[in-house]
């Protein structure tokens, strides 16, 4: 059912007038909405719930500032960056490694590639995390706005961080934060459309047109959209309230969307292939860990099970009425959560607006107490001016000078980026041929390009034979070195934690010879055959 209000509302906040949701006592005294604290804040007098709706973006600034460049889905995209701006083209084949030269190679993330590419030229690392920081933070805002639905500014605040928990182990510096951006504005304009209609929603096949060349969450975007349209038809024709007029609307949105996919080099069909593709490949299911299910020896698998728990308590304890699609939406990104962890933050941007909803009900008390939890101005002041203050001491930009572990004022991970170990790779002959830790291929692209990897996190560009070559080399098995042999590899590249039993093998074979090695590192060299 399509709700429609006047345009004078405050556009983050529910009207009064909504008889969608049974209405609780409220435990915010206050209008709710950001430009309703933002009026108060240019007043200086914020309330306690002012306090509640900001907390989440700006103590996950905070958090995010600090973020370390890992190298395993970065840099490779850093240097295809360059190579298109350099260019004007967008590679089609594999320029990076020896063993898939000049192999078809769909490259989907093309435009975050260059503007990460324009933002490291324009600032260097620290802008990157910086705008990392900004893009994923602006994702969650947008989840909070949407959660003001329930009308309480702690509650949103509160789905909001739940929304943040649940997605916490996919936020590296990589294209992907385009995703939660995007992913936030869709539900936004989705959960704005349901309660107040309108022509909104039209703006969605150009969110689609844009994404569709960033990231390939547009895939879990276009599923949600799908979800909306067909509960709010549904919904219309179980009700019969609906005008042909409105009942094609959402229809029409969601097949303009889809032909909006076709903006890509590669066409609508190939770019959903190539999406898919990722699901259905034995070698990323196995390998990457964000494709393995959630389970309760990760932080994201606790609090994705923690806060179902916690859902169905308070559903069972004061129920509420949820909008259909949220319903499904939430049983659908749920399903494939426990199939692959890479689908948990957007579960958890659908859970929030259930869970404001179910929060405020629950969560809400009488009006007599209501105006002293507001707590009084001037803490209210002192406690906004803290967390400002982190926020500016969080920026990238001071990292070095702050009081904080070594490893943090790096930007980037130092025991998963082989700095030095590169450089004398660098140094060696044109001839090299390297078998490298797939994660060190990454780094590898961008630091040592004259270098052509053996594999790296590109996983659906190299054939289950070779990963299947990749495991028995890694772990030293049966025949390993004639798996090097058959690639032609004079020189290994091996991370020590991961690759320890190869770096064993090899010292003790006689016929390697160690060129460089570090805590973190070892460089090998095949030993000449000897001419005597």
């Not at 840099?75 to 078809?104: C, E, K, M, N, Y």
């Not at 933002?119 to 920081?133: C, E, K, S, T």
């Not at 150009?206 to 349209?229: E, P, R």
């Not at 289950?464 to 890694?474: N, R, S």
Request: proline share 6%; aromatic share 12%; glycine share 8%.
């Amino acid at each position: 059912m399509v709700h429609r209000f006047t345009e004078n509302e405050d556009a983050l906040a529910l009207p009064e007038g909504s008889s969608d949701l049974p209405a609780p006592p409220t435990s915010d005294a206050v209008e709710p909405g950001f430009r309703s604290t933002l009026r108060r804040l240019v007043k200086g007098r914020p309330t306690l719930s002012d306090v509640w709706l900001l907390l989440p973006p700006l103590g996950l600034l905070i958090v995010l500032n600090f973020t370390l460049i890992r190298p395993n889905d970065f840099w490779w995209h850093l240097r295809t960056g360059q190579i298109i701006f350099d260019t004007g083209v967008i590679p089609t084949t594999d320029l990076f490694s020896f063993t898939r030269a000049a192999q078809p190679w769909t490259n989907q993330g093309w435009l975050m590639q260059v503007i990460l590419f324009l933002l490291y030229r324009a600032g260097g690392l620290p802008l990157i995390i910086f705008f990392h920081a900004l893009t994923i933070v602006g994702g969650y805002v947008l989840v909070e706005a949407a959660c003001l639905r329930s009308r309480s500014q702690r509650a949103a605040a509160l789905a909001t961080l739940a929304a943040a928990a649940i997605g916490v182990a996919n936020w590296n510096v990589r294209p992907q934060s385009a995703s939660f951006l995007f992913f936030g504005l869709l539900l936004f304009v989705l959960e704005r459309h349901r309660t107040r209609g309108g022509k909104s929603i039209w703006v969605l096949p150009g969110l689609f047109a844009l994404w569709v060349n960033l990231h390939g969450g547009f895939i879990f975007g276009m599923g949600l959209l799908g979800i909306y349209g067909l509960a709010h038809v549904s919904e219309n024709f179980i009700r019969r309230r609906a005008s042909g007029k409105v009942l094609l609307q959402e229809p029409a949105v969601v097949v303009a969307s889809i032909l909006a996919l076709s903006l890509n080099p590669s066409g609508p069909i190939g770019i959903v292939r190539y999406v898919l593709g990722f699901f259905r490949s034995d070698a990323t299911q196995n390998l990457n860990i964000e494709f393995m299910p959630l389970n309760l020896r990760t932080l994201d698998g606790v609090c994705f099970f923690g806060l179902m728990a916690l859902f169905i308590l308070l559903m069972y304890r004061r129920p509420v009425t949820l909008p259909p699609y949220l319903l499904s939406a939430m049983f659908v990104f749920g399903f494939f959560a426990l199939y692959s962890r890479r689908v948990a933050p957007w579960f958890g941007f659908v859970l929030a607006p259930a869970f404001a909803q179910l929060m405020t009900r629950n969560l809400a008390s009488g009006k007599s107490s209501t105006v002293r939890r507001q707590g009084k101005s001037i803490f209210n002041n002192l406690l906004l001016a803290l967390l400002g203050f982190l926020v500016l001491l969080s920026l990238p930009w001071w990292r070095s000078h702050l009081p904080v572990p070594d490893g943090r004022r790096s930007y980037v991970a130092l025991a998963e980026t082989p700095i030095q170990a590169t450089q004398e790779l660098c140094r060696l002959s044109d001839d090299v041929r390297v078998f490298n830790d797939m994660g060190y291929g990454s780094y590898l692209i961008w630091a040592c390009p004259q270098a052509p990897v053996f594999i790296d996190t590109r996983i659906e560009l190299y054939s289950e034979e070779m990963w299947q070559d990749y495991l028995l080399i890694i772990n030293a098995q049966f025949g390993w070195e004639d798996a090097l042999a058959k690639y032609g590899v004079n020189t290994i590249f091996a991370r020590k934690d991961q690759e320890k039993v190869l770096v064993a093998a090899a010292k003790v074979s006689g016929q390697w010879q160690t060129l460089f090695e570090d805590e973190h590192t070892v460089l090998l060299r095949r030993v000449p055959p000897s001419t005597g």
